[in-house]
């Protein structure tokens, strides 16, 4: 069965420093991979998705980056962060009928 | 373009009532449709999915709903909720048919169960 990770979990970062946020899926391969934000009291914010190794489409123009260096897995990366930048972030994989599972998230705070 | 509208984003409901959920959607090819539940500080769960099978999608945890595309509406219910019901849930469409698989959702409704 498919299994997906984040880690880590919980973040307290300072505004300014550097980000790197992992997710990998096991158990499927060739997976469509995306990131998530949800921000304190709204829905969810598509950011990135990948159809493949080395493939990334940004939805929205904004401080975060992300890279797909191998076939399952994905980060979410930043140079500088922004007390903006707090959030839940989820990552999620699909392969067929547009379906999407999700992994546990990481709840960033950025001070 | 695809949308997706969530009537209501709190919902308080005692414990043993019915539980709806409204969603409608918009989409300019036929849509596939999605219900997610998020308890506090997880990833989301799928509870079910339409994909252009039977209109009325039975799901986890005694969930069902119905697809009407007269009413471009896909409503969730529970015949009887539990306190384990509250959490927040999302609706979801398909955003295209292609290699993306994008998602567009609603912006959730909290749904608490008062015992």
């Known amino acids: 069965s498919q299994t997906i990770h984040q880690w880590p979990a919980t973040l307290v970062q300072p505004v300014g420093s550097p980000l790197s946020l992992e997710c990998t899926v096991e158990?499927?391969?060739?997976?469509?991979l995306y990131w998530y934000r949800q921000a304190a009291g709204r829905g969810l914010q598509l950011l990135f998705y990948s159809v493949g190794i080395g493939q990334i489409s940004s939805e929205v123009p904004q401080n975060l980056s992300a890279s797909r260096p191998q076939d399952r897995q994905f980060i979410l990366s930043s140079k500088k962060l922004l007390l903006s930048d707090s959030g839940f972030y989820l990552c999620?994989?699909?392969?067929?009928?547009?379906?999407?599972?999700f992994g546990p998230g990481t709840r960033l705070t950025v001070l | 373009a695809q949308s997706v509208t969530q009537l209501g984003s709190h919902v308080s409901v005692s414990e043993g009532a019915l539980v709806l959920l409204r969603c409608n959607y918009s989409s300019s090819v036929p849509p596939y449709l999605f219900w997610y539940v998020q308890y506090p500080n997880q990833g989301l769960q799928l509870l079910l999915k339409?994909?252009?099978?039977?209109?009325l999608v039975k799901g986890i945890n005694g969930f069902e709903a119905e697809f009407k595309k007269s009413e471009t509406s896909f409503h969730l219910t529970k015949p009887s909720a539990h306190m384990s019901d509250a959490a927040e849930y999302f609706c979801?469409?398909?955003?295209?048919?292609?290699?993306?698989?994008?998602?567009?959702f609603g912006t959730g409704t909290l749904l608490a169960v008062q015992p």
């Open positions: 158990g499927t391969s060739n997976p469509n």
């Open positions: 339409y994909t252009s099978a039977a209109t």
């Open positions: 979801a469409v398909s955003a295209e048919r292609g290699a993306t698989n994008k998602l567009i």
């Open positions: 999620a994989w699909s392969v067929l009928v547009a379906t999407q599972y």
